[in-house]
């Protein structure tokens, strides 16, 4: 299996790509790396590993993409970009897919521009998966689509049904809608009419309306449009920050805090350890036709390492030609 990295994208690229990348080959028999990026660069940084000279490419590229960049004018003017120049890798079929932690307005337009959409998909969702009580929960979109039509949400839970049974093997995940009530008339114009879409579609297991405070125990896959779903995610993710600022700050507090925390230090590191959204990886942008994982901004190479696995457990699924044969299907159904 062969996968492109964007040596170049993310806060602390290339330093903590390359190590993440190295580290994961090396424990991965069946794997090469195509880099892109500026080739002395990652030369300079891979000369500090030793591994399999024979699995590693570098396709230089002299340009690079800055977060802060209108994306689509950086696409069609920074075409010798490392985000370019590996999109165009995956279309024309040099690897089997391809990890960013570069701009993320930037790889949404990119993966349109240059790789397409799957035929039949209306909009490609990013689709991270967020900390449960089982093996995660995924959220489709977080941030594609800020404005959204029925039909988009209803082909939104069929792809992220897809990825939890086929990626994660979940059989028959649960799927809920996003709103404001659990009843079935609850929610906006949008949310109501992509209830009645999603009902009547035969390979989600749809369990209904889901709020908020439901995410993590009551569905496999929460579907939101992207404006309510980066506003979730974004939710989650500080009061995970703050939760535990606040527990270090009051379990060092005093001697007897401290006494008490190495009690329970056991049970705060596996409590860590289920909260790190680190450890589930990037957002898969689904829909595309390729494997597209988008990896945080802040990504370092213990993430890295868990988006490589991630992008091989998905090119290990088949996932792209299953959407493929499941948005065929819908269709001739309808």
């Not at 093997?169 to 809920?176: A, E, N």
């Amino acid at each position: 299996m062969k996968l492109i990295i964007d040596a170049m994208g993310g806060d602390y690229a290339p330093i903590e790509i390359v190590k993440g990348s190295i580290e994961k080959l090396n424990i991965t028999p069946n794997l090469s790396l195509i880099f892109t990026g500026q080739e002395a660069i990652i030369k300079q940084e891979l000369s500090k590993y030793t591994y399999p000279l024979d699995r590693v490419e570098i396709v230089n590229a002299t340009e690079i993409i800055e977060m802060n960049e209108p994306p689509v004018a950086a696409i069609k003017n920074k075409k010798n970009s490392s985000l370019v120049v590996a999109l165009d890798l995956l279309k024309e079929g040099r690897g089997d897919a391809f990890i960013t932690a570069g701009s993320t307005g930037a790889t949404l337009a990119g993966a349109l521009l240059r790789v397409g959409r799957i035929k039949g998909i209306k909009r490609p969702a990013l689709a991270p998966i967020m900390p449960s009580k089982t093996k995660g929960v995924l959220l489709i979109d977080c941030g594609a689509n800020m404005d959204c039509k029925p039909v988009n949400l209803a082909q939104f839970a069929i792809m992220g049904s897809i990825y939890m049974e086929k990626v994660l093997g979940i059989p028959s995940p649960r799927v809920g809608l996003a709103s404001v009530g659990v009843e079935d008339e609850k929610g906006n114009e949008l949310s109501r009419a992509s209830f009645e879409l999603i009902k009547e579609e035969n390979a989600v297991n749809f369990i209904g309306n889901i709020e908020g405070r439901d995410v993590f125990d009551k569905v496999d896959v929460v579907v939101a449009d992207g404006f309510a779903g980066n506003i979730m995610l974004k939710s989650i993710e500080g009061m995970a920050v703050f939760m535990f600022d606040i527990l270090k700050t009051e379990l060092t507090s005093s001697l007897r805090s401290k006494i008490g925390a190495l009690l329970l230090k056991p049970s705060l590191r596996r409590m860590k350890k289920t909260l790190d959204y680190t450890s589930y990886g990037g957002a898969p942008l689904l829909g595309i036709d390729g494997i597209i994982i988008k990896a945080h901004g802040s990504t370092k190479a213990r993430t890295v390492h868990f988006t490589i696995q991630q992008a091989m457990d998905m090119v290990n699924a088949d996932l792209v030609n299953v959407i493929k044969s499941s948005i065929v299907s819908t269709e001739e159904n309808d």
